[in-house]
């Protein structure tokens, strides 16, 4: 997956935009600033309505916010709130949000061309009147922890094109800030040193372990920590390993086998049913680069299940989604499977899906200062 950054720093035109758009000042570095605010996982699209409603709103819902087919029910990737610039007040209020995208047609007479116009350079906006287009990203613009996007075109054609061709870019740039963000709430209210420690002086490795999680099961090459939040809800991640592995039999195959496996050994309901991947949903597993480690990654969905005694399975009535990082370690040889689990009825999944992603990305070989002193008793 392209980092937008870079691919926008490739293009041409966005380099000629680096000398004309956007006045930044010095002061726009200064840590005293407050943090951005707004609801995670949404998204300010600003716009306005005739647009949102029409083609090219249809356009940023389905490049930047598809809808999650490995989810129970369906979910946008982000949920798009559109705001229209009607006073300085309301885009005052835009400037302290956390994820806002900026978008018209300039060749439109609207507040929200308009406000783009004003943050172009002469030479720039001439670009973009015949027929130049990008996406402009900005890092803690007005705020801190803050990603602002300004997508140009001249025309409602050529600003569906653009998404067409960078709506992976974009969501790539507002999935790592939320991450980002989500990894400090997550773990302000503290963490649990001792967990973590014990990992990395029994295996050689560690994720971050939550204030309210527990270790479930600790193997010689399996680990499972979980968090129970009632009878009815619980999320879970569990991390396993293969030493001296050949790294030529990793395939998404191999990935599947291998968590059925685990799971089925591990992971189990107390009616006597276990885990395993509901093959009849929707199985996404792709190539991306995880902690710089070439890696698949899998999104589908788990159901509870059980044999009969002719071998048939069954339904026992339990699912969620989950995710699962696999790649292999050229340092230490290993192949390390990371997989976490949602089980919440009745509630979206999504966020709570993200922060097992969270957990995931907090992996390590090399351990912190003080992980490999002796846990505290």
């Not at 900005?138 to 001249?154: A, C, E, P, T």
């Not at 569990?238 to 592995?245: G, M, P």
Request: with cysteine; charged share 25%.
């Amino acid at each position: 997956m392209f980092n937008l950054y870079k691919s926008a720093c490739a293009a041409s035109f966005f380099i000629l935009f680096l000398g004309f758009i956007f006045t930044v000042t010095g002061c726009e570095t200064l840590e005293y600033r407050p943090s951005a605010v707004g609801q995670e996982g949404e998204i300010i699209i600003v716009i306005d309505s005739t647009n949102w409603d029409g083609e090219l709103g249809e356009a940023i819902r389905t490049h930047v916010s598809p809808y999650l087919g490995t989810l129970p029910a369906p979910e946008r990737e982000f949920t798009l709130r559109q705001v229209s610039i009607v006073s300085q007040k309301v885009l005052e209020g835009l400037q302290k949000q956390k994820n806002v995208i900026f978008v018209a047609p300039l060749s439109e007479d609207s507040p929200e061309s308009t406000f783009l116009k004003s943050r172009l350079g002469e030479e720039a906006a001439v670009e973009v009147q015949n027929g130049g287009t990008s996406v402009i990203s900005r890092r803690d613009l007005w705020r801190k922890d803050q990603q602002i996007v300004y997508l140009l075109g001249n025309t409602t054609a050529s600003l569906i094109e653009l998404l067409a061709q960078r709506g992976e870019d974009i969501r790539y740039a507002f999935n790592v800030i939320t991450r980002e963000r989500v990894t400090e709430d997550m773990f302000e209210k503290g963490r649990q040193p001792e967990i973590e420690a014990a990992l990395m002086k029994k295996h050689s490795f560690a994720v971050n372990a939550q204030h309210d999680y527990f270790s479930a099961i600790d193997t010689t090459d399996f680990v499972w920590i979980r968090r129970v939040v009632n009878s009815d809800s619980w999320r879970s991640v569990f991390v396993y390993y293969v030493e001296d592995f050949n790294p030529a039999s990793l395939t998404p195959e191999w990935v599947h086998e291998a968590r059925e496996r685990l799971t089925e050994t591990y992971i189990q309901g107390n009616m006597g049913g276990f885990i395993s991947i509901d093959f009849r949903r929707e199985l996404n597993t792709e190539n991306i680069d995880f902690l710089g480690h070439f890696a698949y990654e899998t999104r589908g969905l788990w159901h509870m299940v059980g044999r009969k005694d002719d071998g048939e399975m069954e339904e026992y009535g339990m699912g969620g989604p989950f995710l699962n990082y696999t790649f292999y370690d050229e340092t230490s040889g290993r192949l390390y499977m990371i997989d976490g689990m949602v089980f919440a009825p009745g509630y979206d999944k999504r966020e709570f899906l993200r922060q097992m992603e969270v957990i995931a990305h907090t992996f390590r070989t090399v351990p912190f200062e003080g992980e490999l002193d002796e846990p505290a008793s």
